[in-house]
């Protein structure tokens, strides 16, 4: 188990610590896990998929309404199926 200093008041910490034991300052771990983002966007390349999907699908079913009852919309359907498909890549990506 490492060892760290404190950033605020310099107690020998683990670098582990969620917080100081001292004074409560946010330790290493804490600090790591506050800030993820750079991770998160190499390993969830799937979010944008997603949110194309999702946004395919509502644009989908709002074209389709739109076209009224009895009116076949191959746009509308199209767009709804596609926006599942690619929803669904994302989310197993
Ligand atoms: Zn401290």
């Known amino acids: 188990m490492a060892m760290t200093q404190c ?3 310099g107690n020998d910490i683990s670098d582990r610590a969620q917080s100081c034991p001292q004074c409560g ?3 290493q771990a804490a600090q790591a896990a ?3 983002q750079h991770r998160d966007k190499v390993g969830r390349t799937g979010g944008v998929y997603e949110a194309l999907g999702f946004v395919m699908i509502v644009g989908g079913m709002l074209t389709t309404m739109a076209a009224g009852p009895g ?3 191959n746009v509308g359907i ?3 199926v596609g926006g599942i498909v690619v929803f669904l890549v994302g ?3």
């Open 25 to 27: 300052a946010p330790g």
């Open 34 to 36: 506050a800030k993820p």
């Open 91 to 93: 989310r197993f990506k």
């Open 71 to 73: 009116i076949t919309n």
């Open 78 to 80: 199209g767009a709804l």
């Open 7 to 9: 950033e605020e008041c």
